[in-house]
Structure formats: structure tokens, C-alpha cells
């Protein structure tokens, strides 16, 4: 599978180019603020032409891209539960985070909400651009976050770590961390079911994909990560 990842300006958050192959259609995962340019590079590079948008939750440092990047042929996919935060997530972000992305970016942020969403489910199967992913409902973070797994890895990737398949974990879990409980949508027992009933099962052969920061194994995470060691039984 040919997987790029670039972050965004801002907030570091991990925006991903799945396909394939090169010159074949793409799935994009988690468009943040800022990732335009960068990605119609890759796009161009690679010769890959967008399938869908893959949303793992609606914060919008996740989303703020993915009107423009959708354009009027492109679906984004979002979880039922998150569906609400695209009618405005400008609007459900905190004042003062939204002042400062104008002051960084220089103009009035404004919203769109996206012309084709597609909402989904737990353990619903998609087939996109050739690749298929199940995805994995994982709330704690948001009420609809969501984990997309594939059986695909990355190009070369199983020559360096023990690896077989992917998930690409948004704001669930980071290498030795895991997403913020505390902002609206959080909740610190829907997060710890998730980790123990949703997280926990994959196989230590799963490469995992992050929202922010760097990539890690399921094993790694599972000897290292203290959310995940110290989960009650």
C-alpha cells in the first residue's frame, strides 16, 4: 500500500495518502488546517486521484480541510455520531483557538459544511480505491471517533517491523499516549471501554497510525503505553 503522511500547520495533526499504488485513486484520512498545498503535491508526485475522505472524528483539526478537498464529486466519511460537528465545528471550538488560527492564517475563518457526507457505523466495511477497512467505533474522545483498520500495511514497512496489518487510530491512541477526555464529547469511561474492548484486541502485528505524533506497533504500545498497562480489569 503506498501511504504517505505529512502533518498539518497546525496542531502537528496527521494527514494520510493511502492507495494502491502510484496513479491510482487515493483515500485521504483526516484533511487538517492548512494540508492544501502539501496535498495536491503528493497528489500530483504520485498521480493519484481522491476516492474519499476518511474522517476518524469531527475536531477541527481533523476536518478543517475537507470541504475544499472533497470539492462536489468526493464523499466524506464520518461517523454517525460525529455527524453533527460538520454542520459547524468553527462554531463548537473554543473562541480563542479560532482567533488564533485566523491570526496565524490571516484572514476570517469560515465554514462549509462538506456537499456529500456519508455517515457510518461500527464494524461497517468500506471498499475504497481498492482497499478495504472496517471501521472500529472507539468514543471517549468524541461521541463518534472511530479507528479505520486494513488489512493492507505500507510499502516496505513489514521489512522493518513485524507487521501485517494497519489501523489508523486518530485521536484514540498515540505512541505512549492516548486522546484528550476533557474537551466537549469526551468521556473518560466511554474512553477506557474503548481502550479495553476496541483497542487492546488488535493484534500485536497491527501497525498503528496515529492522528498526531509517530507511528508504533500494537505490541509496542501494549508493553509500553501506560494507558493501556494500567487499564482496570
Known amino acids: 500500500m503506498l501511504t504517505i503522511a505529512f502533518p498539518a500547520l497546525a496542531f502537528d495533526t496527521n494527514c ?3 492507495a494502491p499504488a502510484a496513479g491510482e485513486e487515493c483515500v485521504i484520512v483526516d484533511p487538517g488546517i492548512g494540508v492544501e498545498e502539501t496535498l495536491r503535491e503528493v497528489l500530483t508526485t504520485h498521480r493519484l486521484r481522491p476516492a474519499a475522505v476518511l474522517l476518524t472524528h469531527g475536531h477541527v483539526d481533523h476536518v478543517w480541510s475537507v470541504t475544499p478537498v472533497c470539492g462536489a464529486d468526493t464523499a466524506a466519511y464520518i461517523h454517525t455520531d460525529d455527524r453533527y460537528r460538520l454542520v459547524d465545528p468553527l462554531g463548537k471550538s473554543n473562541a480563542g483557538l479560532v482567533a488564533m488560527l485566523e491570526q496565524q492564517f490571516g484572514s476570517r475563518a469560515t465554514w462549509t459544511e462538506p456537499t456529500n457526507v456519508v455517515e457510518i457505523r461500527d464494524r461497517a466495511r468500506l471498499t475504497l480505491a481498492g482497499l478495504d477497512f472496517e ?9 463518534g471517533s472511530v479507528m479505520f483498520g486494513t488489512s493492507s500495511v505500507p510499502e516496505g514497512i513489514g521489512d522493518q517491523v513485524d507487521v501485517d496489518r494497519t489501523v489508523l487510530t486518530g485521536d484514540v491512541l498515540f505512541a505512549g499516549s492516548i486522546g484528550r477526555t476533557d474537551l466537549p464529547g469526551g468521556d473518560p469511561a466511554a474512553m477506557t471501554r474503548s481502550l479495553r474492548d476496541v483497542v487492546l484486541p488488535l493484534p500485536d502485528t497491527t501497525l498503528v497510525l496515529p492522528g498526531h505524533y509517530h507511528a508504533t506497533t500494537m505490541a ?4 509500553t503505553n501506560p494507558y493501556l498497562r494500567d487499564l482496570p480489569a
Open 16 to 18: 494520510y495518502v493511502l
Open 135 to 143: 471501521v472500529l467505533h472507539a468514543p471517549g474522545h468524541t461521541e
Open 220 to 223: 509496542h504500545e501494549r508493553m
